[in-house]
């Protein structure tokens, strides 16, 4: 279980997220900016029967945006781990997320101006 509340960095400021939901394979936790944004996180995992393949598990935050305490939107970003044709390996499965995490800020603001 992760601990709550949980802290993560939005707009160059720090925002906790207390839990507010948690059942055998998820969590959910929220939080607000300073400036009124919502913020938040869900933890899924998909565990097959022992032995069987297709583990994975989603990361995502959500922000409602608010202008004048009127929402304007929603934005989103998630990341899924997932093994195939094979049981997880913990090792492997950061190896892939660690490489995906690292390319992220390089290549961050040509994906969102949709280059491919």
Known sequence: MLSSPISLTYNSATVLLNRINQDNFAAE????????????????????ARGLDGESHLVRVDVDMYLLDVYQKTVSAWTVMKTTASTQVDADTKLALDALVSLVPTIDDDVIGRQS
């Open 29 to 48: 936790y929220f939080g607000k900016t300073v400036g009124g944004d919502s913020i938040t996180l869900t933890v899924k995992h998909t565990i097959p």
